[in-house]
């Protein structure tokens, strides 16, 4: 139901009354609107109310040829868009039976690790914001875009790089870019410290943080949930790891884990995940220069490539957890269907709406946000 | 405990059909019936206890919904794709399944993007609701038979921009040759090269139109 | 790193540290857009030189953002593969994704690094772009993402074609050219962007986008389906076609090495590939039940003349055609050589229009065996198209000595049998396609019969500038052993006691005087003698057309010794049409379209 036509439920005699959050709201990264039901300023249920940013991304890619999809996969997830186009291009090549040159997988995974730096940055500072601190969000966005400059700098765009294709990406690394990028890295872990004051360990941040939308392990495998928010309920799971793809099996990186399961458990654990994947960049920069070779297999010319019958279920650990991608091909021009799985399909619906039972209104925010919720990937 | 090898766990089901795809991913197809049985037995014997997703594919030639039901399995560390084909259904008689809530709580939001998406009712599924397009009273949009372009075609209106450069080229005779709409409609992008295919194209996309308004009465 | 410890309290002075900040330097952005990476994907210039107008930007582009435009004042040549549709942008659809820049065949759309556009509510107009060298303000920015190798969604190299080495063919007329295969043929036809330009630029408008998708999709049946749409001599053109589509394909117009699709090579992989029982299926496709009760004579088995047979005959009137040689074909039986077509081939296309109900009747020589009078009589219409098979000559001194031929002479001698004294040396004038020929017949009857190669081609024009024949011809000529010497005129055939020693030639100061008419001007003091047992002049051909009568060659309206046609091909004589080599020429496909354009008319006419 949207805003303008809401009316609110005419109810028993009761304590209970509803409001409406959103669609906008500091408590999501895009729209998406909440209904709750409280007592007091304690939730007794929540419903989650999706739709707002659906843009009917899978029919349209039904409707494209293979090719163009590569332009509109990214927008399912602004914070957090190269999972999307790499998974898309994955399950295209492993349809056509066709892998992306070694170097190209290398470059793939050093835009993967970057770009869930900036969707870490991204989240910090939308967490903080959540229990009214403003500063880390304008640090975590400013420092974000010293990223998008270097996507800027290799794949042409800052946010919506486009820069896969099936059979490996687009472009070589511009000259230097690696000398920038190993410059990026020492300015970030430079920036640990002030992050870890501002935030991190700052007490009223960890009073607010703590016990916030708290999960067990069981629950949070009940529902499906993944990524950070279930490495913050203690198991170890991380899709680079356990199904591994790209050239993950190549890189040296722990998997951060937390076990209250708490929003507080769950910053931790990006945190932590940050500087893993600094630790992975580091590796890249070292190895990427004597990886030599092509960086695309060729496939036929777009206009007329039919990618032959098949499909594939390509999964990446996407900043948020499991991404996945299911594309069928009837042997056509366009796809015949692709299904986007985004983890946050699972964090912010059934999981939000569990989370938020019993919790206080104040809360509700830093719930939705600790779980770092992406509505475009419930939309599509 | 002595692990029992998955594909003999598999095997118990009738007339399944197991395809190793490669070391993370099993392909199986099972009739409609057996289906919810060998979740049960995948997740109950096997570990396979995290459901991933599931998808509805539209085989409209078939007249047939094909669901996908991707479960993994986190001590296994391998995904199984079970693959089941229901009958289409009609209108008046619309597409039924058995829900797998009760396995799976995850199903409740897969579930219900499908009965909403493909109009497949999912019996036993909590929320059989609209949740994402809650104004939209047309068809499920994501059935094959729904025409997403010429609905929008439809719908919204083309912006008529005109520029100077273009007034000037059309004053000396030339200007808009081959809108992107002409090669659009006609819902094909192929042999829309000449000069003669591009009449066709744009017969076909005025008849297309005339389709549409049918469609809107 | 530092380790964070989940209980951990944390502190409420840990905030106050970064108070530190007031002391550092502050960060400041200046005012106004910040330089754009060297790649990145700002707003379109195309150069409007450059693009060809293929329409491919347009086709890829996933917002449906490019309306393609129509620049009068840019030149439109189809044989050149030149539209003068050039692409707008919408930027109220654009995504910036470059999947235009890295279509284009031409490179000719790219992008700059130019990112700032701003109107008002009412300045929308300003959103529809026409790029040119400049961007959207007329400003010069730096460019921005451009195509590289590796963007290139195109694919430049044809899949090469496999030929059979100097050595092992230069003994006999097997044919050359060894054909894809499936896979191959597959892999090349993947790289049609399908923009038509060769579809355009074919005189006869062979589908070839059409066929080329049937073939990347392995439905050979489909694509030979698409070709006899417009063309009966799909074997013949598989072969030998002068291949104007593949001159106007868009991937030849790239930069650098980039070829255009072996179109002609893809058709006869198709025709090859597919059973002549189901070709002959196909060929009847379409033909009317109904008979008109209408008949038409054809003058001329050549291509011209059986292409409109094979029509009239499909729109069910009865055809009758008259050849005065042994066998159907015409040029392409008795001037092309086997080694570049098989006959079987040639045979081939001949039945399959003989099975649609064309009826030959050779050995009929018209003018002597029957009458046009006749013809007229019999008929509601009739078509000539008897080609061109007398040769020119030079008309040089000694150039009537019995051993100075005429190479179409000596060509039809060859497939048909007949025996001459090959020649232990010749010398052929001539630089075109048919010198060539008979260069490279005369070259495997002498290795046939002497074991040794000894014939030199004598032209006018110059080698790699003005040359005539195709570049293949040459290279292959010479691998054979056949000595070219270009830039010489012929002087006289020099005669001693009646016998033929050899040819006397100038050196070529130019061919073609300011007004750009043929006349030659040579260094008359630049003398050189082939010794030659033969000479043969390859410099062209003309028309019977003493055939046609006193009477009829009165009525008819004539154009510099050409019978005058219409666009249809019909003649000023109402009953009379015309087509081919004879009226326009100069090549097999341009005979098939002008049979097709006669065919059409004169069903105009008999239903009128
Ligand atoms: C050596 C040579 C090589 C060539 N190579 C190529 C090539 O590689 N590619 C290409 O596209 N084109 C080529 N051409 C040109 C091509 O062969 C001709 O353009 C084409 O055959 C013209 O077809 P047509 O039907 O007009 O005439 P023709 O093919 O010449 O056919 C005319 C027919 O009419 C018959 N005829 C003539 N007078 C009479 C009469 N009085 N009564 C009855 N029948 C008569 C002739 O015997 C002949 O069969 C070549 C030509 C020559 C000479
Ligand atoms: S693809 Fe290139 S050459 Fe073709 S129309 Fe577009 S800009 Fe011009
Ligand atoms: S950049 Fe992309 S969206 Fe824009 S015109 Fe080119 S192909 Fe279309």
Redo the contacts with the bound molecule.
């Keep these: 139901m949207r805003p303008e036509n809401y009316q609110a439920v005419k109810l028993g005699q009761s304590n209970e009354y509803e409001i409406f959050i959103g669609p906008n709201h500091p408590g999501i990264e895009g729209n998406y609107a909440f209904r709750l039901m409280l007592d007091g300023d304690i939730v007794v249920s929540g419903k989650a109310d999706a739709g707002y940013l659906h843009r009917g991304f899978e029919k349209l890619m039904e409707g494209r040829l293979w090719i163009q999809n590569l332009a509109i996969v990214p927008r399912i997830c602004v914070p957090d868009p190269a999972p999307m186009e790499v998974a898309y291009s994955m399950a295209v090549e492993e349809i056509m039976g066709i892998e992306a040159p070694i170097r190209a997988q290398w470059i793939r995974t050093m835009q993967l690790e970057l770009s869930r730096v900036a969707a870490h940055l991204f989240t910090f500072g939308g967490h903080a914001a959540t229990t009214g601190m403003y500063t880390p969000m304008f640090w975590g966005v400013a420092d974000r875009d010293l990223v998008l400059d270097l996507f800027e700098d290799f794949t042409g765009g800052r946010v919506y790089s486009i820069y896969n294709i099936p059979g490996g990406v687009r472009r070589e690394l511009p000259p230097e870019f690696l000398q920038k990028l190993s410059n990026l890295l020492d300015y970030l872990e430079s920036r640990q410290n002030d992050y870890d004051n501002l935030l991190f360990t700052n007490q009223v941040f960890v009073d607010r943080a703590k016990g916030c939308g708290a999960l067990t392990q069981e629950q949070a495998l009940e529902l499906s949930v993944t990524g950070p928010n279930l490495r913050a309920c203690g198991l170890a799971y991380d899709v680079r790891r356990d199904d591994p793809y790209l050239v993950y099996d190549e890189l040296e990186f722990d998997i951060p884990i937390q076990t209250a399961g708490d929003a507080y458990a769950r910053i931790l654990v990006r945190r932590d995940e940050l500087f893993q994947s600094i630790r992975i960049l580091r590796q890249i920069i070292e190895r990427l220069p004597s990886i030599k070779g092509k960086i695309r297999t060729p496939i036929p010319n777009p206009l007329s490539w039919n990618v032959r019958k098949g499909e594939a279920y390509a999964r990446v650990e996407s900043s948020k957890g499991e991404l996945a991608y299911y594309v069928v091909s009837d042997g056509g021009d366009k796809p015949y269907r692709v299904h986007v799985r985004g983890p946050s399909s699972m964090h912010a619906v059934q999981t939000l709406e569990f989370l938020a039972k019993g919790a206080r209104l104040e809360d509700v925010a830093q719930i939705m946000f600790s779980l770092d919720a992406c509505p475009p990937e419930v939309d599509r | 405990m002595n692990k029992v090898p998955i594909d003999e766990i598999l095997n118990k089901v009738n007339g399944i059909k197991i395809t190793h795809k490669r070391k993370t991913r099993i392909r199986v197809d099972v009739d409609a019936d057996s289906l919810p049985t060998l979740l049960e037995l995948i997740k109950g014997r096997a570990s396979y206890i995290h459901l991933s997703a599931i998808t509805c594919v539209d085989w409209i030639a078939d007249n047939q919904f094909e669901l996908v039901y991707h479960v993994w399995s986190y001590e296994e560390k391998c995904l199984i794709s079970a693959h089941t084909r229901i009958d289409r259904g009609s209108e008046s008689n619309p597409a039924k399944y058995v829900s797998v809530y009760d396995l799976f709580k995850p199903a409740d939001f897969f579930e219900r993007d499908i009965f909403e998406m493909y109009g497949v009712t999912f019996i036993g599924s909590p929320r059989m609701e609209k949740f994402i397009l809650t104004e939209w009273n047309g068809v499920p949009p994501m059935l094959k038979d729904f025409d997403a372009e010429a609905y929008v075609q439809e719908t919204f209106k083309w912006t008529d921009y005109n520029p100077d450069w273009l007034q000037e080229l059309t004053d000396q005779g030339g200007g808009i040759a081959v809108k992107p709409e002409d090669i659009r409609t006609a819902g094909n992008t192929h042999n829309m090269s000449t000069h003669r295919e591009r009449d066709k194209a744009k017969a076909a996309a005025v008849k297309a139109n005339e389709k549409m308004q049918g469609w809107k009465q | 790193m530092k380790k964070i410890n989940y209980n951990d309290k944390g502190s409420i002075l840990n905030p106050l540290k970064n108070l530190q900040f007031y002391a550092r330097k502050p960060v400041t952005e200046p005012l106004g857009p910040r330089p754009a990476s060297a790649s990145y994907r700002g707003f379109h210039i195309n150069d409007l030189d450059k693009c060809i107008g293929c329409s491919s930007c347009q086709k890829i582009c996933d917002n449906a953002a490019i309306t393609m435009v129509e620049v009068p004042s840019i030149e439109e040549d189809a044989s050149k593969g030149l539209r003068n549709l050039r692409p707008a942008i919408d930027y109220g659809r654009c995504c910036w994704c470059a999947l235009c820049v890295d279509i284009c065949p031409t490179s000719a759309i790219e992008m700059t690094r130019e990112y700032v556009h701003v109107c008002d509510g009412d300045e929308t107009d300003s959103y529809f772009i026409f790029p040119k060298e400049t961007g959207i303000h007329g400003d010069s920015f730096e460019k921005g993402w451009t195509k590289t190798e590796d963007s290139d969604l195109l694919d430049r190299a044809r899949r090469p074609m496999g030929e059979m080495e100097p050595e092992a063919r230069i003994d006999n007329f097997d044919e050359i050219v060894d054909g894809f295969t499936m896979e191959m043929a597959i892999e090349e036809a993947s790289r049609c962007v399908d923009c038509g330009l060769c579809e355009d630029a074919c005189p006869a408008h062979m589908h070839a986008p059409n066929y080329i998708r049937s073939i990347y999709e392995g439905n050979l049946e489909q694509a030979v389906e698409w070709m006899y749409e417009t063309n009966p001599f799909s074997h ?2 598989g072969r ?3 291949h104007i589509c593949e001159t106007a394909c868009s991937l030849g117009h790239g930069e650098g090495e980039s070829d255009p699709i072996a179109i002609r090579w893809l058709k006869r992989f198709a025709m090859d590939n597919v059973s002549k029982t189901k070709i002959k299926q196909i060929a009847r496709k379409g033909k009317s039940r109904k008979k008109s009760g209408k008949s038409i004579a054809v ?9 409109a047979a094979f029509d009239l005959v499909k729109k069910g009137h009865k055809v009758t055609v ?4 042994p066998k ?10 086997n080694y ?2 098989p006959k079987d081939r040639l045979d081939q296309d001949i039945e399959v229009i003989q099975s649609v109900g064309v009826d030959i009747k050779y050995n ?6 029957i009458s046009m009078a006749q013809l007229q009589k019999d008929n509601h219409a009739v078509v000539m ?5 007398m040769g020119r000559s030079t008309r040089i001194p000694g150039s009537d000595n019995k051993m100075v031929v005429k ?2 002479d000596l ?1 039809r001698m060859i497939p048909k049998g007949d025996e001459f004294n090959v020649p232990k040396s010749a010398v052929v004038i001539g630089g075109g ?2 010198a060539m ?2 260069a490279r017949s005369l070259a495997r009857l002498q290795k046939q019969k002497y074991n040794e190669v000894n014939i030199t081609v004598s032209a006018l024009e110059q080698l790699g500038k003005t040359f005539l024949a195709d570049d293949d011809e040459v290279i292959e000529s010479k691998e054979e052993g056949i000595v070219i010497l270009d830039a010489r005129g012929p002087k006289q055939c020099v005669i001693e006691n009646n016998k033929l020693t050899g040819l006397e030639t100038v050196k070529v100061i130019s061919i073609f005087d300011e007004q750009g008419r043929f006349a030659p001007k040579y260094d008359e003091e630049n003398l050189q003698f082939h010794e030659a047992d033969m000479v043969v002049e ?1 410099i062209g ?1 003309m028309s ?1 057309v003493s ?1 046609l009568g006193d009477e009829l060659t009165e009525e008819l309206e004539w154009n510099r010794g050409r019978i005058q046609i219409d666009g249809n091909g019909a003649t000023s004589v109402e009953w009379l049409w015309s ?4 009226v326009k ?7 098939v379209a ?2 097709h354009r006669v065919a059409d008319d004169i069903d105009k006419f008999l239903n009128k």
């Design positions: 013949v053109c030998v076609c002068t003058v001329g088995a050549g291509p011209a003349g059986l292409t008259y050849e005065s040689l159907a074909g015409g040029m392409t039986r008795y001037g092309i050589p570049r077509l009929v020589k018209v003018g002597t065996d198209a008897i080609g061109m098979q190479a179409v060509l396609n048919v020929d008979i390859a051909q019977d055939i087509a081919g080599d004879m020429g100069p090549d097999v496909i341009n005979a002008d049979g």
